[in-house]
């Protein structure tokens, strides 16, 4: 068995350890049902998605008194919004309370999911904790992809002790780091309660079980409850000013001192045979000449491999060539991509509006270079949307593939996105009754084309409120394909090892599987459903602590359905509708996915009011019951000015009102 047989083995039985270790409800005692640990527990992770947004992303915690004390934490990645920090938090939250019934202590930093929660029974804040360690790995051989693995790992270990280095030396708000190396990309957080020595300790354990486990592999993480490491071969972080950047160099040559200092031992030592200044004036030139031809091997390489996927991607479009814009003529139509022109961001590019010389306007979609959005997700949108046509997907006009520019030209949409009128405490006014249940409507129409009606079964992947459009009319286009997938005739289902999408609209087995079907666009209907009703976003709903899904649901359940209407659109239509409306996204959300309707029996059910329909289940990540307490109702009586119940950081704190 050579070395790396060996390797792989020892990673096999990593890997078969960390199956077990994975769960992370930890095994250091249980507490009862209905017991004051209990709710203590369930009232301090429903309060922390709330807390640590507002926090800068970090939020240590604890409440109770005694055998009933709990301590809890809270960290995000310190690449993360609020709004996003908010949404992780909240969805680990939920897992750990479903998922962690009795267990006094539980931790989840999944590598999927980029935030931190943790709970105990015991303090641990400052703590060092370095078990248990759990790790997966990018199983693609680095063979494959280096083709000088001396030179890489030489790169990789310089990287990753620069990039662990910077992290622990962070402030007490912040240790976080990410770093660049040519294609390797490592990022690496602590807690920033732990300190600068603890902080490094702990990554630099991580590195050894990395390199002992799987140094052969494409990119990985491991991670303990004191810290986290990731690297790969792609960008899964936007870099910043504040990025770690290595670079190959030739080894400094010998100054005028060195080599004077040498001539003179040479010169002493001239009867001994080849002196050691004559060593280092032959393998001193070598090595640099060695390191140039690498860097240049290694530019060329990347240079190519750039070009080849540029002519894939072009290849892939020929049969679409009618539709290619000429980069001047784009650039042209948009004042050179003007911030005046721009509409709006998002994490793969910005979009600009635009006016071609015959006075049509436009919509141009601008891909970041380094968004992650790669050719394929690029060539898949244009060949989805090159083949549709339907009043209720926006249509494109076309794409320009010019230089290192991926460019998608669109109709121009001029009412913005649905989440612009939707989310905004004065735009939502001008939405009644009658026009939201046109948009729910239509938005069902879109989709059921998309699922059944075209010449393609799509499935869309990341349906959510900003990505509809509004036209003038305020009727709704559905956009952004990046991420559709197109299925077979007879195809019903399909899975893939990489989740993508936004958290709050993604279906259950989407997330804990990787498996998606024309209903997991159904699910996220549900959430869009429920969202353009209530007008709150799924991400930011707080009622008594809980969140959108489960007071829908409970108020159906109750007969006070209406309750969830938006105040500003509750006494300008049909009541029987909302109920109806209402009913129907319960139907789209159920956690098993067979028992959600089709989108056509969805758009039957919105425009024919005596169809019968089924009575809804309990949706997929509800909060369970016990976590809102009756004492918890308000923000007084669990957080008194004059209590010491919760407090952040051992320090009182007073306002905890949940959004």
Not at 409 to 430: A, G
Not at 440 to 445: K, S, V, W, Y
Request: net charge neutral; hydrophobic share 35%.
């Amino acid at each position: 068995m050579d070395d790396k047989q060996l390797v792989l083995v020892c990673c096999l039985l990593l890997v078969g350890i960390r199956l077990t270790v994975a769960q992370t409800c930890l095994d250091t005692g249980n507490f009862t049902t209905n017991s004051g640990f209990g709710r203590n527990r369930d009232n301090i992770l429903t309060l922390l998605p709330t807390n640590v947004s507002r926090n800068g992303g970090f939020f240590n915690a604890s409440i109770g008194q005694g055998p009933d004390r709990v301590y809890a934490q809270a960290l995000c990645r310190g690449d993360l919004d609020e709004e996003d920090c908010f949404t992780y938090v909240n969805f680990t939250a939920h897992q750990l309370i479903s998922s962690c019934k009795n267990q006094k202590a539980a931790f989840s930093w999944d590598g999927n999911i980029p935030c931190l929660v943790r709970y105990s029974n015991e303090p641990f804040f400052g703590v060092l904790a370095l078990e248990p360690i759990q790790e997966a790995i990018n199983s693609d051989d680095i063979s494959d992809a280096a083709s000088n693995l001396t030179l890489f790992y030489q790169m990789w270990g310089e990287l990753i002790e620069a990039v662990a280095t910077k992290a622990s030396m962070g402030s007490s708000r912040l240790k976080y780091a990410t770093g660049v190396a040519e294609e390797i990309q490592a990022l690496m957080q602590c807690p920033p309660d732990l300190s600068q020595s603890d902080c490094l300790t702990c990554l630099r354990t991580l590195v050894r079980r990395y390199t002992v486990c799987c140094r052969y592999y494409q990119g990985g993480y491991v991670e303990t409850p004191s810290c986290r490491m990731r690297w790969d071969l792609y960008t899964f972080f936007i870099p910043t000013a504040d990025t770690v950047r290595i670079s190959l160099s030739p080894p400094p040559s010998d100054s005028p001192a060195d080599s004077t200092n040498k001539t003179s031992e040479t010169i002493k030592d001239n009867k001994k045979g080849i002196s050691s200044g004559t060593v280092a004036i032959i393998i001193v030139p070598i090595l640099i000449f060695v390191a140039i031809v690498a860097f240049i091997c290694i530019l060329l390489r990347k240079r190519k491999k750039a070009k080849q996927e540029m002519n894939n991607t072009k290849d892939g479009l020929e049969s679409l060539e009618s539709l290619q814009f000429q980069l001047k003529s784009v650039t042209k139509a948009t004042n050179n991509f003007s911030q005046d022109n721009m509409l709006g961001q998002g994490g793969f590019g910005a979009v600009y509006k635009g006016r071609l010389d015959d006075g049509q306007e436009i919509a141009v979609k601008r891909l970041f270079h380094e968004s992650g959005h790669g050719d394929e997700e690029f060539k898949n949108e244009v060949m989805v949307m090159a083949r549709l046509q339907h009043r209720n997907l926006v249509r494109l006009k076309g794409f320009c593939l010019e230089r290192k520019e991926k460019l998608l030209i669109f109709e121009f949409v001029p009412n913005s996105s649905l989440d612009q009128f939707l989310f905004d405490p004065i735009e939502r006014q001008r939405l009644d009754w009658d026009t939201r249940y046109k948009i729910i409507t239509e938005i069902a129409r879109g989709l059921l084309y998309l699922h059944e009606d075209s010449r393609y079964r799509i499935v869309h992947r990341d349906l959510k409120a900003a990505n509809i459009l509004l036209d003038k009319e305020m009727a709704p286009k559905i956009s952004d394909f990046g991420m559709a997938r197109l299925f077979g005739a007879d195809q019903t289902r399909d899975d893939t090892r990489r989740v993508a999408g936004t958290f709050g609209y993604m279906a259950p087995e989407y997330i804990k599987h990787g498996k998606f079907s024309v209903k997991s666009d159904v699910y996220s209907f549900g959430v869009l459903i429920l969202e353009i009703i209530s007008g709150d976003k799924i991400s930011h709903f707080r009622n008594n602590g809980v969140d959108l899904l489960t007071y829908a649901w409970r108020n159906w359940r109750e007969g006070t359905s209406l309750n969830l209407v938006d105040e500003f659109s509750r006494g300008t239509g049909s009541r029987n509708e909302m109920t109806r409306s209402i009913h129907i996204g319960l139907l789209c959300v159920q956690e098993n996915d067979a028992n959600r309707p089709s989108m056509h029996s969805v758009v039957l059910m919105l425009s024919d009011a005596s169809v019968s329909m089924p009575v809804p289940s309990t949706p997929a990540f509800i909060i369970p019951a016990s976590t809102v307490q009756p004492e918890a109702s308000s923000s007084s009586s669990l957080l008194d000015h004059n209590s010491d119940r919760f407090t952040k950081n051992e320090v009182t704190i007073s306002t905890l009102d949940p959004r």
